[in-house]
């Protein structure tokens, strides 16, 4: 994904944020789906399915995997707000999202060729750890990136797993 669409994710992230209350540390996920008036709703969905987002005339509804980690659910109706906003809100069109659980990306989604999912993906990460926040906190606590310790208080502050503060701070340029 190119940088200019990758800011135009994280602008538009942040903006939902300040709109609706949202914008501190943990970013309230239920909140800002109520907001935009999706309905979330936790259901076991069997081990290969985190969550899927049903809209049928302009309403939504996003059920995620109860079975998962609570910051794996977080990250699931995260990234179901992204389909949400980037791919359907402003359209009459019905649309069912189906997001499986991938544990270790394959070659199709780590080369991007599904490219809703990537920007449904970039918009998770950007609604739960957006770039101006994660800056903040890393100077205000003065955070070493590079001590584990640091990075696992950094993604505790966040409410997301470890894996997903690095793929972060990576993608921000932050971590190496």
């Known amino acids: ?64 995997n109860s079975t998962h980690a609570p910051v794996r659910q977080r990250f699931t109706v995260a990234h179901e707000i992204g389909h949400y906003v980037m791919h359907v809100k402003d359209s009459t069109r019905s649309r069912l999202f189906i997001d499986r659980f991938v544990a270790f990306r394959d070659d199709e989604s780590s080369a991007g060729n599904d490219w809703e999912e990537v920007e449904a993906n970039a918009f998770g990460a950007a609604l739960l750890m957006p770039a101006r926040l994660v800056r903040e906190e890393i100077k205000k606590h003065n955070l070493d990136l590079d001590d584990e310790d640091d990075l696992n208080s950094l993604a505790k502050q966040f409410n997301v797993s470890t894996s997903a503060m690095s793929y972060r701070l990576v993608n921000l340029g932050l971590l190496r």
């Open 1 to 64: 994904m190119n940088k200019q669409k990758l800011d135009q994710i994280e602008q538009q992230a942040e903006k939902i944020l300040r709109d609706n209350g949202a914008w501190h540390v943990p970013v309230p996920i239920d909140l800002v789906a109520h907001r935009l008036n999706l309905k979330t709703e936790a259901s076991v969905l069997g081990d290969e399915i985190s969550g899927l987002l049903v809209v049928e005339k302009k309403r939504g509804a996003i059920g995620y």
